[in-house]
């Protein structure tokens, strides 16, 4: 018919004289559409702040460290932050699933982490079976009469007994120079030992 033209944007309603924009969050490839059916969303882990999108390319991909559940998104708001103990380098996540926890014996206290190095190791003298942990307090020191050298440690295994001879009252201790020596005059055949208590007198003629 002349003087009617198919419209380039998506939509045009029966009798409107102009051709309708599909909103933000969506876009449509059609031409010619007659309803607002034909304009898609775009998908959870993307955002688009534009009206009038003519492609999926056109979506904005949530940044690393971040995730968005919701098909649709119009702001970059709508991109949530990985929580503090996790890292993503996933663009355009869609969903916290892919926010990766800090191993155990370690942890991070960072909100929106992109990275693996943003989980920090415990210290040597600690170790944390936990994993995904928000805080150095997740690290929990080797018990006294026992020290650790290693850092990043994932296991109560790592913390070694005090030799026999000596005792530690020091819990995290990070060095076996932290296992002092029984006094002289006493002695202990037992390891792991956290008190000068545990030293006992050398018998007669010894």
Same mark, same amino acid.
């Given at each position: 018919v002349t003087g009617v033209q198919t419209c380039a944007l998506p939509i045009s309603? +029966?009798?409107?004289s102009w051709c309708i924009s599909c909103p933000a969050g969506? $876009?449509?490839?059609?031409?010619?559409?007659s309803s607002i059916s034909v304009c898609l969303d775009c998908e959870a882990g993307e955002y688009l702040p534009t009206t009038g999108a003519t492609s999926a390319s056109m979506c904005i991909a949530c940044g690393p460290g971040t995730y968005s559940t919701g098909p649709g998104a119009i702001t970059e708001s709508s991109c949530s932050l990985c929580?503090?103990?996790k890292y993503s380098?996933?663009?355009?996540?869609?969903?916290? +699933?892919?926010?990766?926890?800090?191993? +155990?014996g370690k942890y991070s206290t960072a909100e929106g982490a992109?990275?693996? $190095?943003?989980?920090?190791l415990c210290s040597a003298g600690k170790y944390s079976t936990s994993p995904g942990a928000t805080s150095e307090d997740a690290c929990l020191l080797c018990a006294a009469g026992k020290y650790s050298l290693a850092v990043g440690a994932w296991s109560l295994g790592v913390c070694l007994s005090c030799p026999a001879g000596t005792y530690s009252p020091t819990e995290g201790g990070?060095?076996?120079m932290y296992c002092?020596?029984?006094? +002289?005059?006493?002695?202990?055949?037992a390891v792991g030992m956290s008190s000068q208590a545990?030293?006992?007198?050398c018998p007669a003629g010894k």
């Open positions: 309603e +029966a009798g409107s969506k $876009f449509s490839a059609s031409i010619g559409g929580p503090a103990g380098s996933t663009v355009g996540a869609a969903g916290e +699933a892919l926010c990766q926890p800090c191993e +155990a992109y990275s693996v $190095f943003t989980c920090q990070s060095d076996v002092l020596r029984c006094p +002289a005059g006493t002695y202990s055949n545990t030293c006992v007198a």
